[in-house]
Nanobody
Framework: QVQLVESGGGLVQPGGSLRLSCAAS????????LGWFRQAPGKEREGLSC????????YDADSVKGRFTISRDNRENKVYLQMNSLTPEDTAVYYC???????????????????WGQGTQVTVSS
């Protein structure tokens, strides 16, 4: 059974950092492109950072470029999102996603046959 479980969300002050983790099970990560999305209240789900399995290529949305970094550990079946310089506009539910064979940009911009995690809340507030 395919499962993605996010963790690491919480409340952080503006300017702070958080590291999200996503544990994958039930499938071989080597064949999947993985990524992070978020959805704020009243907004569409947004692709943030994605990483391809075979060559490690990444894609970052302009909204997070230079602040967020995605990484993966195929041995541990995990993908991470390091988030720095957080602002209140980063408040959202953050989702882990996986899609077989997609490019990094493809997953983030045009997710198709995607497996989703249940999400973790990130709140940036003083």
């Amino acid at each position: 059974q395919v499962q993605l479980v996010e963790s690491g969300g919480g409340l952080v002050q503006p300017g702070g950092s958080l590291r999200l983790s996503c544990a994958a099970s039930g499938f071989t990560m080597d064949y999947y492109t993985l990524g992070w999305f978020r959805q704020a209240p009243g907004k569409e789900r947004e692709g943030l950072s994605c990483i391809r399995s075979n060559d490690g290529s990444t894609y970052d949305a302009d909204s997070v470029k230079g602040r967020f970094t995605i990484s993966r550990d195929n041995r541990e079946n995990k993908v991470y999102l390091q988030m720095n310089s957080l602002t209140p506009e980063d408040t959202a539910v953050y989702y882990c996603a996986a899609e077989m064979g997609a490019s990094a940009r493809g997953l983030c911009v045009s997710p198709l046959r995607v497996k989703w995690g249940q999400g973790t809340q990130v709140t940036v507030s003083s």
